[in-house]
């Protein structure tokens, strides 16, 4: 498959990546984007993006974040009022929504025409190539197919645009806490340098070996419900639950933040404290009651590649780089909070320096 940068006829130059880094700053989240973009592309179509043509990737993940950053969990004013795209459709989030949710639609379309273009019956080179496969093998048999290529591109653009969106946008306010308590940083540090060393990268095989590293991530996902309802469901009887009737047909969520920030489940659920997930050493996963990527049968597809990928992305940069504000100064407060589809922060520089 060629290069990205041929394939969608970017205009950008290698001057690009100044918009990302700086010297020694980098701009959150999108310099978190490459590797959990890279990495699902590999999944689609066998293939991933070279350095030369990243601007592609650091586009898709801004077309990401604004399509994010455009609705909420349940729609947004606009689904209770669909007139105000007419009137106020930047202000609605419409603008937000319908741009960003197009890009993704431009670059899955593409990036499809072209393994439709090379595809061959005699072996499977990816996914793709196994939708594809399945989608020709139906209409030669039965005439029909309940598979499509618009079908593809939406399945494609429904694992992605988590993918580029929520899993920088986690380590983003991680790195956030680490300027709020240095102490983190310095206990990741150490725990790198003791299991891996610096002579090779950390891998999965670290992980198990790593349980502050890997807590540091349980305890962020908890502490800061990326997306604040589980999927809404619909009631088919009506059902009473704690003292409330509700009727049938009712629209129902679970509130993910209230089980996060449960006081007795947590006990101090206020606090920034990733050892409540260590015990003798070890990360105890039955104290983790923590759903960040809901549950059941609606459970995140993604959950095992986000926690992976975030796991070696996170513990390649810190064995790298000491991280810093960009002033130098000591951050005292939280930056305020963005409610969309997924919580986020305002983009940030920070300063990342070689460590000794």
Known sequence: MPSLFVLFEYTETASHLTQLVKGDLIYLPHFFAVPFINGILHVFGGMTVPRSDYHALWALARGTLKFQRGSNDLGGAITLTPWLKDVFPKWSGYKDLTTGNQFLLDFFTKFIEQALATHDDSYDRHFLDVYIKKMKEEIRTNGRTTFSVDQ?????????????????????????????????????????????????????????????????????????????????????????????????????????????????????????????????????????????????????????YARQTMFQVLAAFMQAFDVSSADGRPLIKPARRIQGIITTIPEFWVRVTPRA
Request: aromatic share 6%; proline share 7%; with cysteine.
């Open 152 to 304: 593809l591109v939406l399945t494609c653009v429904d694992y992605m645009f988590p993918s580029a969106s929520a899993t920088e946008a986690t380590l983003t306010l991680l790195i956030e806490q680490m300027l709020l308590h240095p102490e983190i940083q310095v206990k990741i540090h150490e725990e790198i340098d003791r299991v891996v060393g610096r002579d090779r990268m950390p891998n999965l095989d670290d992980r198990k070996n790593m349980p502050y590293t890997e807590a540091c991530l349980r305890e962020m996902m908890r502490f800061e419900t990326l997306v604040p309802l589980g999927v809404p469901h619909r009631t088919t009887a009506p059902v009473k639950l704690k003292g409330y009737d509700i009727p049938e047909n009712s629209l129902v969520s679970v509130n993910l933040t209230s089980l996060h920030m449960d006081k007795k489940i947590w006990g101090d659920p206020e606090v920034f404290r990733p050892e409540r997930f260590i015990d003798d050493g070890q990360i105890n996963l039955s104290s983790d009651k923590s759903l960040p990527f809901g549950a059941g049968r609606r459970l995140c597809a993604g959950e095992t």
